[in-house]
């Protein structure tokens, strides 16, 4: 009977093992830091801040805030500044810690819309965008929401800001006159942080978020009905992200890498299924593009982006393959070319994540 026993147990140690054995921890995981980003529903009309933390095996995404949007981190990688709006009915400027600990309105101003926020470098001071609609002017306040006063007037609209430039002390921002809400009339200027130093750096339309370079050099934004425009704001030589090497017709979703390349997503020309646009890796030079690699394919839309990790080593990408229906987060490791879904961001089909607003923290 002792032996009948015996054996029983001896099987049931090697079934156990076996079924270990064959769903093993991954000991090359390495992944580590956060990615802050922001979802948009077409279908449901709402927008949401989430956390993924990439040191956990198979991570969930973390819903830091509901019905919120543009984050942006402080240089710490501790604190996120977005908009929301207010139990009052208005839209303010927010502050949360990334563990999503104390939240602060830090506006609070009714009968107001304010929004796109973003941190000076030093993290000491918050430029956004406030005012009646139509009217909106650019605001500066230190980061407890003190000492809110205005940089522009309103003989203008004036937009998504974005804090960078030479000496980490410049603002470049959208303007069009107001209540013209038209793409045709946007235009791209940069201003000091006191309200000075006012300049037109194009005439060209734009449309997005401007997002300076690593070297705090260039510029790269979206011009309506163009695609996607490069401005060296020293030499004011700009010029359009395509070339006659590239084998893509038009780029979406540009990101600054490390090395003052840019990741963006491009659509084949000769390519018609439902797979076509892929991750690219778009080298610049002086007057325009150097050279191009293409990073991964076989993506649905245009909604797919990528972001860089802060060692370099992989990219994150945001974005539907076949067969997926909603939208996934893969990891592209550039020292083997591998590729790995890792995570669901959102089962929906309507989904998108919005590319100027992810951030990868250490």
Same mark, same amino acid.
């Given at each position: 009977? %002792?032996?009948? $026993?015996?054996?029983?147990?001896?099987?049931?140690?090697?079934?156990?093992?076996? %079924?270990k054995a064959e769903n093993p921890v991954n000991p090359s995981w390495e992944l580590s830091g956060k990615i802050v980003y922001t979802t948009w529903d077409y279908e449901s009309v709402k927008n949401s801040i989430y956390v993924l933390d990439l040191s956990i095996r198979n991570p969930v995404p973390k819903l830091l805030v509901d019905e919120a949007g543009e984050p942006r981190v402080s240089t710490? #990688?501790?604190?996120?500044? =977005?908009? %929301?709006?207010?139990?009052?009915?208005?839209?303010?400027? /927010?502050?949360?810690?990334?563990?999503?600990?104390?939240?602060v309105n830090l506006t609070d101003r009714?009968?107001? &819309?304010? #929004?796109?926020?973003?941190?000076? *470098?030093? #993290?000491q001071w918050i430029i956004f965008t406030g005012?009646?609609?139509?009217?909106?002017?650019? /605001?500066?306040?230190?980061?407890?929401?003190?000492?809110?006063? *205005? $940089?522009?007037? &309103?003989?203008?609209?004036a937009g998504f800001p974005s804090w960078g430039g030479p000496y980490n002390w410049t603002i470049a921002f959208l303007y069009r006159?107001?209540?013209?809400y038209e793409h045709s009339k946007m235009r791209l200027r940069t201003i000091s942080p006191e309200g000075s130093n006012m300049v037109d750096l194009d005439s060209m339309m734009g449309g997005c @978020?401007?997002?300076?370079?690593?070297?705090?050099r260039r510029i790269v934004y979206d011009v309506f009905m163009s695609g996607v425009w490069v401005i060296d704001i020293f030499t004011r030589i700009h010029y359009l992200l395509k070339t006659?090497? @590239?084998?893509?017709?038009?780029? =979406?979703? *540009?990101?600054?890498?490390?090395?003052?390349? @840019? @990741?963006?997503?491009?659509?084949?020309?000769?390519?018609?299924?439902? &797979?076509k646009y892929g991750i690219y890796k778009i080298g610049l030079g002086s007057q325009?593009?150097?050279s191009v690699q293409k990073i991964v394919d076989e993506f649905k839309n245009s909604d797919a982006s990528g972001i860089e990790s802060p060692d370099s080593h992989y990219i994150g990408i945001f974005g539907r393959r076949q067969p997926d229906q909603g939208i996934y987060f893969y990891i592209y490791d550039r020292r083997n070319s591998s590729l790995e879904r890792v995570a669901e961001i959102s089962p929906s089909a309507t989904a998108y994540v919005d590319p100027s607003y992810a951030q990868w923290l250490r």
């Open positions: 009977m %002792k032996r009948e $026993i015996l054996v029983v147990a001896l099987l049931f140690l090697s079934i156990s093992s076996c %079924k710490d #990688g501790q604190t996120i500044v =977005f908009s %929301k709006i207010s139990p009052a009915g208005s839209f303010d400027i /927010y502050r949360i810690n990334v563990d999503g600990s104390d939240m009714q009968w107001v &819309t304010e #929004g796109s926020p973003d941190w000076s *470098p030093d #993290g005012d009646i609609p139509g009217y909106e002017r650019l /605001y500066i306040m230190d980061r407890d929401g003190k000492s809110i006063h *205005p $940089i522009t007037d &309103t003989t203008y609209y006159p107001p209540f013209s @978020l401007p997002l300076w370079s690593p070297d705090s006659n090497t @590239l084998d893509f017709s038009r780029v =979406f979703s *540009p990101q600054w890498m490390a090395d003052g390349s @840019l @990741l963006a997503v491009g659509s084949k020309i000769a390519d018609t299924s439902d &797979t325009g593009v150097l």
